[in-house]
């Protein structure tokens, strides 16, 4: 009996520790398949881009996994998902402890981007050469390297622009991408509530954006306080609105359709009937269903829209969670007159896209404005030009700091009648420092300026030269002024696009060299600095020999390439009308003295005539020969004696001459 009751109470043992066994791995078990169940609903919503509630999920998570390299993956995935909501110093963080867990070299990149865009280029460069040295052929490094050490010229030496915040129409929510209206209205973009209970927006966890826009008070001069646009407003996310000029077509970015179902972004239009809008319709050319359209822009006229797209046949991709996705490009339609439609999406090509996104484009006159993170910037969105020019488009430019920044700068648009030689006025979206989210800035632009200025200085002795006489020449039109006491002149404010020539003049001095100097292509002010020098007149002992006169053996009668010397003489007297000159003629010592004397006397007066047939007035023209009189040498030879006669033909040569001196400076024609 004992041991049949032992043997029971050892069976029941036996079963009460299966029990307990079963209960501690069914309890062990549970959290298991909890945290996987959360994983892979965090894993859902990262791909559905909805970060913020990704990062409730991924957070919990996170905190009770022990395995490094699944902890180090959920990280990462936490920085994707700040970098996404543009929260870097978070992301930073978060990328930071995906290292520590899992010190994945790829992770560099990431830790790069997320540090830049927080304008620690230092420290970005850091980390791009720690990535570089794991992976060196990768090409692009290089590019991202240059581009942070260009970031630092820029914020150092920031373009002249004045930059305040829109204080009417910031909030603590985001509000982007402003839009000026014909009458001078606002519409913008934000995400502030205004309704009661509504849903927030999975991306942000805050709500969907809506349009608002804010009257002008042509009264006041001042804008009133921002209100919904409800005609066009839905539950979704709707913004980043253009009117045509006409102000009856209007064009918008409506993301998960009306009802909310729809996961694309496409770009709606409506038209103004009468006094009444049409209801919106989607854009003809939205005909990707995958594809996501949006930020458009119209061009002046009205037949060209210009958009963001990464439908199928962009210029780069970038990959998230594994997946490979499309990047945006910048497009254009054209509108089709006789269809009544809009044409065929033409991608603008690789001179405007990169391997980047590029979006938020602006068409204003004949530049077109737009924001890429692909192209060389500072961080992440930077702001860039591009000019049309025959058909093609310019090398896109950075618009530089302070209008660009190491955070996203976009959305921006320029106030009518502006331009960049009279300055102009605008607006754009930043989340720089100093915005916790995107922000509206407005800016100033001061006019391009450009001057000219310099000294006179005698081009003799270099000592300065007052109350000299400066012109500044362009197309048919001459300016002039006077130089100061202290030989100072100055343009100010000369014509943009220009090509000018400037010189300058004076009694008693030859004209300064003619200086040619353009103001074309120029996009930033320039002050050109341009001293002149003027030569003052020979005093008469300053004999002054004219070269490249040239006569036959014992003739007088002028040789053809003599003509061209004396053509320049005779240009100069025309130019200084007040000179009258001696002009002598020299022979060497062979043949008599007295026929070398009449020689010279006759060459002069063949010089001094064709100068009269010129049509230079004879009494400022004085014509002496002076034979063998006033050699430059020791070859004198009077009477077939001296040392002439053991000089070479060459040294004969230099005493063979024709001279100019100036006699007066004061010439009248008036006088008798």
């Not at 867990?101 to 927080?118: E, G, H, I, S």
């Not at 002992?541 to 040789?559: A, M, P, Q, T, W």
């Amino acid at each position: 009996m004992r041991n049949k009751i032992l043997n029971e109470k050892r069976i029941l043992l036996s079963i009460l520790l299966i029990c307990i066994s079963i209960l501690w791995i069914y309890a062990d078990e549970k959290p298991k398949k909890d945290k996987s169940r959360v994983s892979e609903k965090a894993d859902k919503d990262f791909k559905l881009y909805k970060f913020n509630k990704a990062i409730r999920l991924y957070k919990k998570v996170y905190n009770n996994i022990n395995d490094k390299q699944e902890k180090g993956k959920i990280a990462e995935q936490l920085g994707i998902c700040f970098m996404r909501n543009n929260e870097y110093e978070d992301a930073e963080n978060w990328f930071e402890k995906a290292f520590k867990n899992d010190p994945n070299p790829a992770l560099y990149l990431q830790l790069a981007d997320a540090v830049k865009r927080q304008g620690n280029y230092s420290l970005a460069k850091e980390y791009l050469n720690k990535y570089m040295r794991e992976y060196p052929t990768d090409s692009n490094i290089a590019s991202l390297i240059s581009y942070c050490d260009s970031a630092v010229i820029w914020e150092a030496n920031p373009k002249d622009i004045i930059i305040e915040k829109f204080v009417l129409l910031n909030t603590k929510f985001n509000d982007f991408s402003p839009m000026l209206a014909k009458d001078n209205s606002i519409y913008f973009t934000s995400d502030r509530p205004i309704r009661d209970g509504a849903q927030a927006y999975a991306w942000t966890g805050l709500p969907y954006t809506d349009i608002f826009y804010c009257s002008y008070d042509v009264t006041t001069e001042k804008y009133e306080k921002p209100i919904p646009y409800e005609l066009i407003n839905t539950p979704f996310n709707d913004g980043v609105i253009c009117f045509n000029s006409k102000n009856n077509e209007l064009y918008y970015t409506q993301c998960n359709g009306r009802d909310g179902k729809q996961y694309n972004c496409r770009i709606m239009m409506i038209k103004k009937r009468g006094q009444k809008w049409t209801d919106p319709k989607i854009a003809s050319f939205c005909t990707d269903t995958f594809a996501n359209y949006g930020h458009p822009t119209l061009s002046e006229n009205g037949k060209r829209i210009y958009f963001s797209s990464n439908m199928l046949g962009g210029y780069g991709e970038e990959k998230e969670n594994g997946t490979s996705l499309k990047t945006t490009d910048l497009y254009m339609c054209s509108f089709v007159s006789r269809a009544k439609t809009w044409g065929n999406p033409i991608n603008l090509g690789t001179e405007i896209n990169s391997e980047g996104n590029e979006q938020f484009p602006y068409l204003y006159n004949n530049t077109l404005y737009f924001s890429s993170d692909g192209l060389p910037g500072m961080g992440g969105l930077d702001i860039f030009s591009s000019e049309k020019v025959n058909q093609n488009w310019s090398i896109p430019e950075n618009m530089k700091a302070p209008l660009n920044s190491p955070a996203d700068d976009f959305g921006i648009v320029i106030e009518r009648d502006g331009n960049l030689y009279a300055g102009y006025k605008g607006m754009f979206s930043s989340n720089r420092n100093g915005s916790k989210r995107d922000d509206i800035y407005s800016f100033k632009i001061p006019p391009i300026v450009f001057n000219v200025h310099g000294l006179i200085t005698n081009a003799k002795n270099q000592k300065l030269e007052p109350c000299a006489k400066v012109l500044l020449s362009y197309d048919d039109t001459t300016l002039t002024t006077i130089a100061d006491q202290n030989a100072y002149y100055e343009f100010l404010d000369i014509s943009p696009q220009t090509t000018f020539v400037i010189f300058a003049q004076k009694d008693s001095f030859f004209d300064s060299k003619k200086i040619a100097f353009s103001t074309n292509g120029l996009k930033v002010s320039k002050d050109f600095e341009i001293d002149l020098q003027i030569t003052p007149f020979p005093s008469y002992d300053e004999i002054v020999k004219l070269e490249g006169i040239f006569y036959d053996l014992d003739s007088f009668n002028l040789r053809p390439e003599s003509l061209v010397v004396l053509d320049s003489l005779a240009n100069i007297l025309m130019k200084y009308p007040r000179l009258v000159i001696e002009l002598a003629a020299h022979t060497d010592c062979r043949q008599t003295y007295a026929y070398n004397r009449e020689l010279s006397q006759k060459r002069a007066k063949a010089c001094v005539d064709y100068l009269i047939y010129k049509g230079i007035d004879a009494r400022r023209l004085i014509a002496i020969g002076y034979g063998e009189s006033k050699l430059v040498n020791n070859c004198d030879c009077e009477n077939g004696k001296g040392n002439g006669m053991d000089c070479t033909e060459e040294e004969h040569q230099i005493n063979r001459r024709t001279t100019i001196a100036i006699i007066r400076t004061d010439f009248n024609p008036n006088e008798e």
